[in-house]
């Protein structure tokens, strides 16, 4: 089974600094999701990846996926309280998707100083 | 306007009861999941529904029963509650199989 590692398990930023969250599968990763969980809340849907080398961006948040397609990595710029919470990078079991939904990393705790 | 809504939000209740999680996503999407997220917020699929019919039933004790009574609902009963079900369960859905997840808020379960 596609086991995802995320890294780092925590972070703390000092407010107004950047940071990079990163995914690492053994396997390759079909459709490369990010999300985020604010703490007590849900999973709020960030970007979806697919293709090597691609890239993509919303407000401060950056997702990347590598050309092997077994990395991924969330770069947040200028980072505020708000980006406060627990990332969670899931993947498609395989191509195409499947009815299995995802599967997920065990998340980064992020933590904004300020 | 909640694109997927899961009630109750919080439910705190006594080992061996029966309680269930009711789940509705009005995005017209055909399939549904239930996700459960552990105390180390370890989030794993337990089901997966398309067009009401269960698709994926993962390694979940059979005292776990979801119930799709049209494609809109995807309700989740659990019978002899244990304290081992203490997590968080998130129902979620997708246009359809392989398309983009969208979550609910979860529902914190606690058994005592």
């Known amino acids: 089974s596609q086991e995802l590692e995320q890294s780092p398990q925590s972070l703390i930023v000092q407010e107004g600094k950047n940071l990079t969250i990163n995914c690492t599968s053994s396997?390759?990763?079909?459709?490369l999701y990010w999300y985020k969980q604010k703490y007590g809340e849900g999973l709020i849907f960030l970007m979806m990846?697919?293709?090597?080398?691609e890239e993509k961006s919303h407000e401060k948040i950056t997702a990347k996926l590598d050309e092997k397609k077994q990395q991924s990595s969330l770069h947040i710029t200028a980072s505020q309280p708000s980006h406060a919470g627990i990332y969670l990078c899931?993947?498609?079991?395989?191509?195409?998707?499947?009815?299995?939904?995802?599967?997920f990393g065990k998340g980064t705790h992020l933590i904004i100083q300020p | 306007d909640t694109a997927v809504s899961q009630t109750p939000k919080y439910l705190v209740t006594q080992m061996g009861n029966d309680k269930s999680i009711k789940c509705e996503q009005n995005?017209?999407?055909?399939?549904m999941y239930w996700y459960k997220q552990d105390s180390k917020k370890f989030l794993k699929i337990m089901f997966s529904?398309?067009?009401?019919?269960?698709?994926i039933n993962e390694t979940v004790p059979n005292r776990f029963s979801p119930k799709s009574p049209d494609k809109a609902h995807l309700n989740l009963h659990i019978n002899s509650l244990e304290l081992g079900d203490s997590a968080v369960y998130f129902c979620?859905?997708?246009?359809?199989?392989?398309?983009?997840?969208?979550f609910g808020e979860g529902s914190w379960l606690t058994v005592v």
């Open positions: 979620a859905s997708s246009l359809t199989i392989g398309n983009t997840i969208y």
């Open positions: 396997k390759t990763l079909y459709g």
């Open positions: 990846l697919q293709k090597g080398g």
């Open positions: 899931g993947a498609d079991r395989k191509s195409g998707g499947g009815a299995d939904g995802l599967t």
């Open positions: 995005l017209g999407h055909d399939t």
């Open positions: 529904y398309n067009n009401k019919e269960l698709i």
